[in-house]
């Protein structure tokens, strides 16, 4: 029912910004309780949650990117954004948007993932 795709260029250069939008259809980003969350997963690595934002519009980052990130919607578009400042190639990942099951860590639904490439 849920679908979920990112979208973005697939390249981007040491120190300028990530961009990347998930497109939802099947469900509305301001229905209630669901967190609608950017995951990543580099070369090798384990999934890496970065943040979500709520159906409210309230965000939350991981710690560890906070500095960052920032997450935003356009509930019109039933869009949510990613932005993700000052690259490295350590940031070189495939990206998910997915959506979070309420007051769990779960996420039913996932975008099919795209693949960002840090490099000059």
């Known amino acids: 029912q849920v679908q979920l795709q990112e979208s973005g260029p697939g390249l981007v250069k040491p120190s300028q910004t990530l961009s990347l939008t998930c497109t939802v259809s099947?469900?509305?980003?301001?229905?209630?309780?669901?967190?609608w969350s950017w995951i990543r997963q580099a070369p090798g690595k384990g999934l890496e949650w970065i943040g979500y934002?709520?159906?409210?519009?309230?965000?939350y980052y991981n710690p560890s990117l906070k500095s960052r990130t920032s997450i935003s919607r356009d509930t019109s578009k039933n869009q949510f954004t990613l932005q993700l400042s000052s690259v490295t190639p350590e940031d070189t990942a495939v990206y998910y948007c997915?959506?979070?099951?309420?007051?769990?860590?779960?996420?039913?639904?996932w975008g099919q993932g795209t693949q960002v490439t840090v490099s000059s």
């Open positions: 997915a959506r979070d099951v309420p007051s769990s860590s779960y996420n039913d639904y």
């Open positions: 099947g469900g509305s980003i301001t229905t209630k309780y669901y967190d």
């Open positions: 934002i709520g159906y409210s519009g309230s965000t």
